[in-house]
């Protein structure tokens, strides 16, 4: 076989055979005659079934895998995925197509294919566009000439980027502040209620702090948990935020520091102790154990022993997340989970914050600003007015109230505690108790407007909830009025919540009403 400009290309291409085993550019071992492919790269494991493929000539298989071969020995495992199922929706089209086995890609299955999959996923041919050119340049059969020099006189249209964040897509956008602090009350009292481990606990909240990607998640190791004792007593926590940048098979071949607030910062540091125990005399320095642990994987690269993969990460969240069975406020439905969508909203609040796209870029890990832009130019999600009509209506959709609706105080949890019951003199003008606490312990947090979205909270039927709500409306008019539209919306969602006591009132009281 005559092979053309193969000074870097694997010893088969002159040989024109699959060898029997092959290392890839990360490390792992794998089987290129075989129709199943298996190779780890640190945190990433593909997967590659061949027999799922249409019917491929002999010899054009042969070529394919081959060409996919120095890609896994050239280039990182995602682009060998990429490539791999791109190239299996051409395969597809065209066996759909003639029916017939594929020998041969010319340059009218690529104006078809083109025409096909229309002008939005025109991305799919151009990101095919090397893969195929690669191809050639390795001398291998199954390409032709015509197919090679279509490619050099057509644009084709690349993957467009940003359009979900710049429209707030509901589906696959960023988070509203309603959405995220709806998650984040949801997975505390998950958590309180044990129903949610540690483990996915400080996984689920790095990642809705963070926003960084699942990859980074699961290249961390214990060691990675900085704790600094200051001087003056405090303490600091931070986090080596490994960069595992997509072009380097090293996924901690750089990091950059990552401060944690305080209450996340304790969090983790709790979590670290306990996940040091679990290693303890399994490894040599259990520092060097992975944040997120999983089970030992055989054969995996030295260091990744324990790792958990970057799917395995991101399936974790996402099924955490599910499970929380959080209502989106736009939708009226599950809000959907992914994590890009937590990336996007650290994004698009720092813009909303006033920050550009330098900061936007740190913040995302982005080694430049040109993918950060529509951050900026995105349309703030803060609602300008919030009214009690207004209120009233998006109450049922956001489900912002957790607690429990009361009669009065004979039905509190804790009927004997005076201590339970809840007071707002500066809100209401008089003295007299409104609600119960169910929670035992000390609460830190301003009563009444944080109760509202607390799942300790026992609202009476005949509090005065409707001058909690024109107190909150009424003092985000006046910020609002001040520009500080920032603090305006923090108690949003508490104005919600106050809405929904109010019409859960206004519904037992109609019941009772009915009865007599």
Sequence with gaps: MTVSNTTSAPELLYTGTLPEIAK???????????????????????????????????????????????????????HLANMFYRSKSLFLFKKNTTNKPIF????????????????????????????????????LIGISDSAIALFRQIRLKGNEKGASTATMDPINGPLTAFELEALQTALNAAYARHDVSMEEYVLCWLV??????????????????????????????????????????????????????????????????????????LLDDPLDAPLFAGDLVEGAIAGY???????????????????????????????????????????????????????????????????????????PAIVERIDQAVAMQLAPL?????????????????????????????????IDAMSSCGRHGFCGFLKPVACYTCNSFEPWLDGPHDRVLEYLISERERLMAAGDVRIASINDRAILAVAEVIQLCKTVRNRGATHD
């Design 24 to 78: 890839a550019r990360g490390g792992s071992l794998f089987l290129p005659q075989h129709d199943f492919w298996e190779l780890r790269e640190g945190t990433h494991q593909l997967m590659l079934h061949f027999d799922e493929l249409p019917e491929l000539e002999f010899g054009f298989k042969n070529s394919f895998k081959a060409v996919l071969l120095w890609y896994a020995q050239n280039k990182s495992t995602r």
């Design 208 to 281: 809705m702090m963070l926003g960084q990607r699942p990859t980074q998640y699961a290249a961390l190791k214990i060691r990675d948990v900085v704790i600094v004792h200051e001087k003056d007593g405090s303490t600091t926590y931070s986090l080596r935020m490994p960069r595992a940048k997509r072009r380097d098979s090293d996924a901690r071949g750089e990091f950059k520091d990552r401060v944690l607030t305080p209450e996340i910062g304790l969090l983790v540091a709790q979590y670290v102790h306990k996940a040091l125990t679990n290693f303890a005399g």
């Design 305 to 379: 022993e324990f790792h958990q993969t970057s799917a395995q990460i991101g399936n974790k969240l996402n099924a955490v997340m599910r499970r929380l069975g959080v209502i989106s406020e736009r939708t009226g439905d599950f809000i959907h989970i992914g994590s890009k969508r937590f990336r996007q909203t650290v994004g698009t609040r720092a813009a909303e914050e006033g920050h550009g796209e330098l900061i936007i870029a740190e913040l995302l890990d982005h080694s430049d600003t040109q993918n950060v832009g529509v951050y900026v130019r995105s349309t």
């Design 104 to 139: 041969e890609i010319t340059d009218l299955d690529l104006l078809n294919y083109k025409s096909f999959i229309g002008e939005h996923k025109q991305w799919y041919l151009s990101s095919l566009s090397g893969f195929l050119q690669q191809w050639a340049r390795l001398g």
């Design 398 to 430: 956001a489900q912002a109230f957790a607690g429990k609706l009361i009669d009065g105080p004979s039905e509190a949890s804790r009927p004997d505690d005076p201590a339970s019951q809840i007071r707002a003199p500066a809100i209401i003008g008089k």
